[in-house]
Each structure stands twice: as C-alpha cells, then as structure tokens.
C-alpha cells in the first residue's frame, strides 16, 4: 500500500520568502512522485515529478523538488514566493503500474502575505 | 483540446434523490477515475477504470456506483444522495496504454460542486 503525509495543512510566507513544502512518502515499490496545484475554483495542475533518475526536479513556475530515499521525502520549495503562488498544493504517489490509482495528501494550502 | 469535461459544474440534491455526473474526456486515455474533495481530506478515490470494460473501487466507494460507456465516458451515479455525499467531485484521466507507466500525468476535469441537503 501506498501513502503520503503532507506536514502542516497551512503554511503562509511573506512574498519573496522561501517556500517549503513537506511531503513524506510509504511505498512498498520504488515510487513515482508528483506535486499538483490549484487554484480557487479549478480542477488540480501537475507542478513536476519524479520518475526515476536524477533527484532534484524542477517544475514549472520556479517549484522544485528533491527525492530522497534515505528521508522518504519528497519536499516541495520555490526560493522567492509570490502572490501567484497562493493555492492549495498536493503530493501524491503512484507505483509502477498505470493502473495503479495515485495517492493524494490532504494537501497544504499556502498563503503569501505581501 | 477540451481535456476533461465534466457537467454538471453545480447541482443541489435533496436527501435521497439521484443523479449522475457525466465525465469525458478526447485524449483517447485508457484509464479514467473519480475523486471527491473534502476540506482537510484531500482527494480520495472513489472509483476507476484502468481500461474500458473494466472498473474498480477506490477508497470511499460506498453510496456511488459507476459505468465506463465506452473509452471517451466514465459517469458516477448517486443513487440516493445523502448529506454526507456533499463534496467536489472531479473526475480526472492518463494514457495507461498497453505499457501502463505509473509516471503518467493525470488530467484533471474542472470539478462539480455538489451539495446534498
């Protein structure tokens, strides 16, 4: 079975802060990570993953993320965070199979205070 | 390139009447799910269907039932709606071909908001 445990359900930075976002992962197989966004009133967005291969990931709109195996985390940062940024962020987890529904988080939402 | 289209956006239901969300989506996708959303819970799935023909439970199945029509449509039927049903709903779709790859995105649908009263 697989899981995800997003640390902290609310985090607020102040605009140009640094993001961190905590996801920690179970997984019985080598693991296939994701971090998805949304916005108000919108269906989820794919930010990045990782597959196999190198660790550090990057996304889109300045996100990155870094897989270790050692930790079973799968931390979500942005180095400068802007008012855009405001949304709520998922981690989820899938295994090797298509076929295998992926896991969502609770999810953290996070604010950004000018 | 409309994705994943979802109807109704919004409904309200009375305690035990039925309805059903229509799901499609045009990526030629094989594998399609259904999700609810709840404040502080996340996205729990309730049904998929890794291919068409075939259909399986998620975590939260009970009180729904679902039909994959053919490959484009994947609808979720609330036979009798109860209060607890009241969520988002959104239904979402990957390629998962004949070399299924758990790194495949999913394509999320716009959501329908639900409330049963």
């Known amino acids: 079975a697989q899981s995800v445990t997003q640390l902290g359900s609310h985090v607020s930075v102040s605009e140009g802060a640094l993001v961190l976002l905590r996801c920690n992962y179970s997984?019985?197989?080598?693991?296939?990570l994701f971090w998805y966004v949304q916005y108000p009133n919108q269906g989820l967005q794919l930010l990045l993953k990782?597959?196999?291969?190198?660790?550090l990931v990057k996304g889109i709109n300045g996100f990155e993320a870094e897989f270790k195996k050692s930790e079973t985390s799968f931390h979500l940062t942005k180095p400068s965070a802007h008012m855009s940024d405001a949304a709520e962020y998922f981690c989820?987890?899938?295994?090797?199979?298509?076929?295998?529904?992926?896991?969502f988080g609770k999810g953290t939402r996070l604010s950004v205070i000018a | 390139n409309a994705g994943v289209t979802q109807t109704p956006k919004f409904q309200v239901l009375k305690t035990g009447q039925s309805m059903t969300l229509q799901c499609a989506q045009d990526m030629n996708h094989n594998s399609m799910y259904w999700y609810r959303q709840d404040p502080g819970m996340g996205l729990r799935l309730i049904y998929y269907s890794a291919s068409e023909g075939t259909t399986d439970k998620g975590e939260v199945p009970n009180g729904y039932n679902v039909s994959r029509l053919n490959k484009r449509e994947f609808s979720l039927r609330l036979e009798s709606a109860a209060p607890s049903q009241t969520s988002v709903y959104f239904c979402?779709?990957?390629?998962?071909?004949?070399?299924?790859?758990?790194?495949?995105?999913?394509?999320f649908g716009s959501g329908t908001q639900l409330s049963v009263l």
């Open positions: 989820a987890v899938s295994g090797l199979s298509g076929n295998t529904p992926l896991v």
């Open positions: 990782y597959t196999t291969g190198a660790t």
């Open positions: 997984s019985s197989v080598p693991p296939y």
């Open positions: 979402a779709s990957r390629a998962s071909g004949r070399s299924p790859r758990g790194n495949e995105k999913l394509f």
